[in-house]
């Protein structure tokens, strides 16, 4: 039987290339990194050692009707460095929406990129004090463990 165990990547298509990669350079914290040959323009972003986020030049409407054309609504990471994230946001005039769930103990910031893709971002919350949190409650979901591999804000 075959199972999904996680995302591999997101694919974003674009004729913004320079403002989305400086988007989530500043944003995510990725970095551009090795990608085969493709004969379209482009990069792969990587987190680390994985490219989680592909991106791909078009033009400007590439053949599609009037309207919106993407297709992808959101993703989500979980991150850690929340007021630091909400300090670089607000530098970069970047407008957000932030969200609680006391259920599953996460502070959400959702993002517009400049091809309209929603990024949400996941902080683990201690919803007592309102500040970030290192390590879950007792309660927390399990759907969010991954969150414990993620290294430390720098």
């Given at each position: 039987?075959t199972y999904v165990h996680n995302l591999h990547h997101v694919n974003i298509q674009t004729?913004?290339?320079?403002?989305?990669?400086?988007?989530?350079?500043?944003?995510?914290?990725?970095?551009?990194?090795?990608?085969?040959?493709?004969?379209?323009?482009?990069?792969?972003?990587?987190?680390?050692?994985?490219?989680?986020?592909?991106?791909?030049?078009?033009?400007?409407?590439?053949?599609?009707?009037?309207?919106?054309?993407?297709?992808?609504?959101?993703?989500?990471?979980?991150?850690?460095?929340?007021?630091?994230?909400?300090?670089?946001?607000?530098?970069?005039?970047?407008?957000?929406?932030?969200?609680?769930?006391?259920?599953?103990?996460?502070?959400?910031?959702?993002?517009?990129?400049?091809?309209?893709?929603?990024?949400?971002?996941?902080?683990?919350?201690?919803?007592?004090?309102?500040?970030?949190?290192?390590?879950?409650?007792?309660?927390?979901?399990?759907?969010?463990?991954?969150?414990?591999e993620l290294p430390a804000a720098e």
């Amino acid at each position: 039987m075959t199972y999904v165990h996680n995302l591999h990547h997101v694919n974003i298509q674009t004729c913004k290339l320079a403002e989305t990669q400086e988007f989530y350079e500043r944003v995510l914290g990725l970095h551009v990194g090795p990608r085969p040959s493709i004969p379209r323009p482009g990069y792969w972003l990587y987190l680390r050692d994985d490219p989680i986020l592909h991106v791909i030049a078009i033009d400007e409407n590439d053949g599609m009707g009037e309207g919106p054309v993407n297709k992808l609504d959101h993703f989500a990471v979980m991150a850690k460095g929340m007021n630091e994230t909400r300090a670089t946001l607000d530098a970069m005039g970047c407008e957000y929406r932030e969200r609680r769930g006391a259920e599953d103990h996460l502070t959400r910031f959702f993002i517009i990129d400049p091809n309209g893709v929603t990024v949400e971002m996941a902080f683990l919350t201690n919803f007592d004090t309102g500040e970030e949190e290192d390590n879950p409650p007792e309660d927390w979901y399990v759907g969010a463990h991954f969150y414990d591999e993620l290294p430390a804000a720098e």
